[in-house]
């Protein structure tokens, strides 16, 4: 492949990892993992209500790795609540996972930026054979997918399996009970799996670069070892 081309594939590669440290790193800082809505089943069996004066039940949740708010509907109004998981929830919430998911978040963000960076180098300088050459691009783009699974797949089972949103919705509750009603990823969630796709993609670009894979060797040059040793 032309050394133009090259040139051209590691800066969208480059580009695209750079970006994803971004995205990763603003998504890290929101409240926007996960949406829901819980239900005040306590005020609702209390007057038996059903159809449209459930709604009156009905509150808000939405939350991050670090904070989030929830609203509690009783039947008297919604009331908007600020916490924040450290410290405030560390006790009621899987600890070890939250820790790991905000961990393999910091991973996934500076193995992003590395990448970008030797994507550049690679791109306008000499690259050395060791970790500036294929191997270590494919080594920062596999670090970074595998984090950015990593991530989906603890947050998911500290929300699903663990029960994470009616965790939340009970703390400090001593009276009322709430459900969860209605729960759903939001955009900070998707943008972790985009990272993790754009980095499996990086590492097709670099295929496409004409570089062979890592520790891979040619069938000529192993014909011709032969060849030689067979000589002597």
Known sequence: MPAQQKKLIFCTAG??????ALGAAAAVGTQLWVRGSVLCSTGALLVNASGPELHKFIGHIQYGLFSGMRVRQCGLGGRPLHFSFFPDLLR???????????LFCTVLI??????AGFFMLNAFGSPYETLHGPVGLYLWSFISCSCGCLIMILFSSEVKIHHLSEKIANFKEGTFTFKTHSEQFANSFWTILVC???????ALLIRFAGFEFPFSKS????????AVDLMY
């Open 196 to 202: 993790s796709l754009v980095h499996f993609l990086n």
């Open 110 to 115: 500076v193995f992003a930026l590395v990448g």
């Open 15 to 20: 580009l695209l990892s750079l970006a994803c």
């Open 92 to 102: 009621i919430i899987p600890a070890s996972i939250h820790v790991s998911v905000i």
């Open 219 to 226: 069938k000529d040059s192993g014909t011709i070892t032969g």
